[in-house]
T-cell receptor, first 114, second 111 residues
Framework: DTGVSQNPRHKITKRGQNVTFRCDPI?????LYWYRQTLGQGPEFLTY????????KSRLLSDRFSAERPKGSFSTLEIQRTEQGDSAMYLC????????????FGNGTRLTVT | GNSVTQMEGPVTLSEEAFLTINCTYT??????LFWYVQYPGEGLQLLLK?????DKGSNKGFEATYRKETTSFHLEKGSVQVSDSAVYFC??????????FGKGTRLHILP
């Protein structure tokens, strides 16, 4: 168990640019989650996958956000035409399926949009 | 809808003091309940969980009891240490396995 890995750790980009983040979950976990966390707030649900199928995308997410999990392994989160309001910590977590299964989080990718 | 409400921080206590962090929830059905902790410079990690009413989750001296009648899952510790300084998040799992978090409570323990 090498844990959940996220890359990059930090990303600084200019407004209007596209960014992509990567998450490598724990290998035997079939569920993968993306959350966003801003200062002083709890993690806010963005989307999640079971294997390669995206189960739900938060209504809070605009069409500029897209996530994929090809082959049910790693996942990518892309933000197009970034805005300053996108600045946040983006967290990835994985788990086994089931309501009692806890999430295992990565250390996150901190995005700063200037 | 599903939501979690926890007491606002920061909470500042002296070492060896008794700790309570309140958490209440709104949910459809009978969710599993969790406390996660985020130590300075580290990622979120599970502290404890309870999966049904009257269950008590415990870990590292922390406890929380799933109270269906009051829809609460308060976190307690009898004697806190400086190393317990962190942000604590109460969370629930929905029927479709989403985990919903509260806003977090920052805890400072003074030596």
């Amino acid at each position: 168990d090498t844990g959940v890995s996220q890359n990059p750790r930090h990303k600084i980009t200019k407004r209007g640019q596209n960014v992509t983040f990567r998450c490598d979950p724990i290998s035997e976990h079939n569920r993968l989650y993306w959350y966003r966390q801003t200062l002083g707030q709890g993690p806010e649900f963005l989307t999640y996958f079971q294997n390669e199928a995206q189960l739900e995308k938060s209504r809070l997410l605009s069409d500029r956000f897209s996530a994929e999990r090809p082959k049910g392994s790693f996942s990518t989160l892309e933000i197009q035409r970034t805005e300053q309001g996108d600045s946040a910590m983006y967290l990835c977590a994985s788990s086994l399926q089931g309501v009692t299964s806890p999430l295992h989080f990565g250390n996150g990718t901190r995005l700063t949009v200037t | 809808g599903n939501s979690v409400t926890q007491m606002e921080g920061p909470v500042t206590l002296s070492e060896e003091a008794f700790l309570t962090i309140n958490c209440t929830y709104t949910a459809t059905g009978y969710p599993s309940l969790f406390w996660y902790v985020q130590y300075p410079g580290e990622g979120l990690q599970l502290l404890l969980k309870a999966t049904k009413a009257d269950d008590k989750g415990s870990n590292k001296g922390f406890e929380a009891t799933y109270r269906k009648e009051t829809t609460s899952f308060h976190l307690e510790k009898g004697s806190v240490q400086v190393s317990d300084s962190a942000v604590y998040f109460c969370a629930l799992s929905t029927r479709d396995d989403k985990i919903i978090f509260g806003k977090g409570t920052r805890l400072h323990i003074l030596p």
